[in-house]
C-alpha cells in the first residue's frame, strides 16, 4: 500500500512532535481520531514508523564535541567484525558505507578532545581492519536534525 498525502501530514506532524493525541493530529489532517490511530498502526507495521523517541540535546549533556571520522579497511573480510565492534560504541551516532578514498564515514560525540582521541585511538583503531582514520571536528552546525523530508518523493518529481 502506497503512503499517500495524508500519511505524509501525519508523519510530518509526528516527526515535528510526536506527543500529539489523535484528536490534535486528527484536526490538523482533516480525518478522524480512529483513522489517524488506524494510518498510525499501518505505518508503524510498515516499518515506516521506526521508533517514537526523545531527541536530546547532547551540548545540553556535555557532548561538545561533535566528530566526523573516515575510516578505511584491510579487506573486506573485516567488515562483519568492524561493523560488530563500531555499532555498540555509544560514542558513535551514525556509521555509514561510502564510496570515495574511505570505506566508512562515523558521526561521534564526546564531551571533549581528550574523550574523541580515546575514542578513536583506544577504541576504533584497535578494531581489526582499521588501517586509516581522517577526523574532522564540527566547530558548528547550521543544522543537524533526525528529521526527514516527508513531501513529494522522486517518484513525484518525474
Do not use: W
Amino acid at each position: 500500500m502506497e503512503v499517500d498525502q495524508s500519511d505524509r501530514r501525519l508523519l510530518a506532524l509526528i516527526q515535528d512532535d510526536c506527543r500529539q493525541s489523535y484528536a490534535e493530529l486528527a484536526k490538523q489532517c482533516g480525518l478522524s481520531p480512529s483513522t489517524v490511530h488506524d494510518r498510525l498502526k499501518r505505518l508503524q507495521a510498515r516499518g515506516i514508523i521506526k521508533a517514537q523517541v526523545a531527541i536530546l540535546d547532547p551540548i545540553a549533556l556535555g557532548l561538545d564535541i561533535c566528530a566526523f571520522v573516515q575510516i578505511t579497511l584491510s579487506h573486506p573480510k573485516t567488515v562483519a567484525g568492524f561493523l560488530d565492534k563500531v555499532v555498540k560504541l555509544p560514542e558513535v551516532q551514525e556509521c555509514h558505507h561510502v564510496t570515495g578514498d574511505f570505506d566508512y564515514l562515523l558521526k561521534i560525540r564526546a564531551s571533549n578532545a581528550l574523550a574523541l582521541e580515546r575514542t578513536i585511538t583506544d577504541k576504533i583503531k584497535t578494531i581489526e581492519g582499521v588501517i586509516r582514520s581522517h577526523t574532522a571536528i564540527a566547530l558548528s552546525s547550521a543544522k543537524d536534525t533526525p528529521a526527514v523530508d516527508c513531501g513529494r518523493t522522486s517518484q513525484d518529481q518525474s
